[in-house]
């Protein structure tokens, strides 16, 4: 055996050892020319009324009774819907956001930005944050519980919106003030495109974080409305995905400097 | 040539290396994943009843029957980052010699042999720990402290008790995650494998004061280990719906080669299977089938004075290293108590109680008349 071939064999059973390689990752790049899009989500129907739960643990710190909103809808139009633009490989960078969760919740999600997503889970008022979110695979997630009282984290990724088989990823207690961080990697994500957070202890925090591979995504806020800026000139998939209503999908093609217009409308089932 | 299979061997072991890696032994139940047909089977059948299947979820939702009958170990596993302390108190009391199935009286035993032992009292206190130390993995260590007497009878009637007591074996365990489903309507059902060893930190030489002489040794049930490194291997099922809960484990006790005084204890394999129901959030009960079967010593202890007088009569059954085995089917009552959370701790009382409703001897032998267990469990 030559050298070459002593170095084949030893680049090989490398690869071998960093295991199954991971997809083709986004890159942080510059945009010369982009497009954006604006867009809003309707709702035809009548919402589903939110979930009522009576406290069980905690009720002196989490209150009595709590209740969880799983359609936000508001004259005809939906909030939380996530909004995610496919198949964007390079472009601009994550922007920094926060959402809040719902009052009297007070949970955050953060997403720091940068050259990943860099989401951060803030539990404060036995709330992680708002319904809706996204996460990203391979990235650390930090999970902060503000709260004194120890919420249990279960998390679980699903291959289809409607969750019909939801499958761990992590089970771990999150003590009083804690701080915790966790990696949703590849291998566990598999094909799932959601990621669901519950606390085993509280029943009423439910999340769902859709996984995205991009920067290019948004949540509907309030009143329906959704913007997504800098993209490059190109045709994707645009996807809106609500954990209760389903998923809708449309190409789109974006020139440069382009405003596109886009809706979308869920109906009551 | 050899250049080439030094590279063969150099890339098989840095690839297998990498295959592990690639494995998700610290991230996940071991089977997560690879049971893809039956996974896709049982959320077809979750979705006709409009549920969802959950898969891979080893949260123990917090009820008295979230553990196992106190006599059980190592029944359940720990998120990552929680730990459990437990303190378990035992009392086991051995009354009346048999063979086999029969029963014998005293004076049979003496026909035969010089002494017979008439009853034993065992009674341990249990420390453990458990701790998740990942999402695969919960660790776990044991060490009791054991209190051992019997009382005998000689061939003159004269009446004698030994003691001994001190710190048994410490076990040290690794539960490793299998595989977890659950819908509402199926409950939730979860494997975890056990492995484990038992080092050997109990007294095997303990002595005591008997018609032999001062500071006699002591034989073989008077033992506080086994004085082997001993391998526990074993698997554990549990189960939950709505308000009863139940679990099935099988556990061996492996010995790896003899002691320094020479012999080996014959290995021991049980298995648990038992029923909860929940009465209310704080409080079920269960019963419980435990069956053990347990072998011979192997070769044995020559410090042991196994005859006595110049008729070289027997001395007592307890010294005979082929009179030690046998099977016993026990039946058990618990109670299990949750107390209400305090300082963020969770805290379970739990008892067990119970006696053999089967017992075969390679005797003669001291057969089990009943148990009682009683711990206290701590998670935070």
Redesign the interface.
């Known amino acids: 055996m030559d050298n070459k071939t002593t170095v084949l064999w030893v680049l090989t059973s490398l690869t071998l050892a960093m295991g199954p390689g991971a997809a083709h990752a986004y890159e942080v790049g510059n945009v010369q020319t982009s497009g954006s899009i604006h867009g809003r989500v309707s709702f035809l129907g009548s919402p589903p009324e939110p979930l009522h739960f009576k406290v069980e643990k905690n009720p002196e710190f989490c209150g009595q009774e709590r209740s969880l909103m799983k359609v936000e809808s508001r004259d005809g139009f939906l909030a939380g819907a996530v909004i995610v633009l496919e198949g964007v490989n390079t472009g601009k960078p994550f922007p920094p956001k926060t959402f809040t969760g719902n009052s009297p919740g007070e949970g955050e999600f953060r997403y720091l930005g940068g050259e990943s997503l860099g989401l951060q889970v803030k539990t404060k008022n036995c709330n992680f944050g708002p319904f809706t979110g996204v996460i990203a695979a391979n990235e650390v997630v930090r999970f902060q519980n503000q709260d004194s009282i120890k919420h249990v984290l279960h998390s679980f990724v699903s291959k289809d919106t409607r969750g019909r088989i939801l499958r761990t990823v992590h089970n771990q207690d999150l003590h009083s003030r804690d701080e915790i961080d966790r990696i949703f990697s590849s291998d566990k994500m598999e094909d799932g495109i959601v990621v669901r957070i519950i606390c085993n202890r509280h029943d009423f925090m439910q999340n769902w974080l859709y996984v995205v591979d991009n920067p290019y995504f948004a949540i509907s806020d309030r009143e329906g409305r959704f913007t997504i800026d800098q993209i490059p000139p190109g045709t994707y998939t645009l996807l809106v995905r609500h954990p209760v209503l389903g998923e809708q999908r449309q190409d789109v093609t974006i020139e440069a400097r382009e405003n596109l217009q886009v809706g979308f409308q869920f109906m009551d089932e | 040539m050899t ?2 299979i030094r ?2 061997f ?6 297998s ?3 592990v ?2 494995l ?1 032994p610290t ?3 071991l089977l ?2 690879l049971m893809g047909g039956v ?1 896709e089977s049982l ?1 077809k059948r ?2 006709e009843k409009g549920e ?8 123990q ?2 009820r008295p029957d979230s553990h196992a009958p106190i006599g059980v170990m190592q029944d359940h596993t720990h ?4 730990f459990m302390f437990t303190y378990r108190y035992m009392y086991m009391y051995m009354d009346q010699m048999r063979n086999g199935t029969d029963n014998l009286s005293i004076n049979n035993v003496l026909k035969d042999f010089a002494v017979t032992p008439k009853n034993m009292t065992t009674q341990m206190h249990m420390f453990s720990g458990m701790y ?1 130390l990942n ?1 695969t993995v919960t660790l776990m260590a044991m060490l009791p402290y054991v209190m051992k007497e019997m009382e005998h009878q000689n061939r003159a009637g004269v009446n004698f008790t030994t003691n001994s007591s001190g710190f048994g074996d410490t076990k040290l365990a690794a539960l490793w995650r299998l595989y ?1 489903f659950e819908t509402p309507s199926i409950g939730s059902h979860r494997f975890h494998l056990n492995t484990g060893v038992s080092l050997p930190t109990g007294d095997i030489t303990p002595t005591d004061n008997t018609p032999l002489g001062n500071n006699s040794l002591l034989p073989y049930p008077m033992r506080l280990g086994s004085g082997t490194v001993d391998l526990l291997p074993g698997l554990t099922y549990t189960g939950a719906r709505n308000d009863v809960s139940w679990g099935f484990q099988a556990l061996g006790t492996v010995r790896i080669g003899h002691n320094k005084q020479g012999y080996k204890e014959g290995n021991r394999y049980q298995i648990n299977s038992w029923g909860a129901y929940r009465w209310a959030k704080w409080i079920s009960t269960s019963a419980r089938f435990h069956w053990q079967q347990w072998y011979n010593i192997k070769r044995e202890d020559g410090q042991l004075q196994t005859t006595v007088g110049p008729a070289q009569i027997p001395l007592v059954p307890t010294v005979d290293p082929d009179r030690q085995g046998g099977q016993r089917l026990d039946l058990m009552g618990g109670v299990n108590i949750l107390f209400p ?1 305090f300082m ?1 701790l969770e805290n379970h009382l739990n008892i067990e109680a119970g006696a053999p409703i089967y017992q075969y001897l390679d005797g003669p032998q001291l057969k089990q008349a009943w148990s009682f267990w009683v711990g206290w469990q701590m998670v935070m």
Request: hydrophobic share 35%; net charge negative.
């Open positions: 250049k080439n590279c063969l150099l890339g098989l072991i840095v690839g290396f990498g295959f890696c690639a998700p991230e996940a139940a997560d994943g996974e959320g979750a979705e969802r299947l959950v898969i891979g979820n080893f949260y939702t917090e998120n990552k980052g929680e998740g999402d977890a959370e963020g």
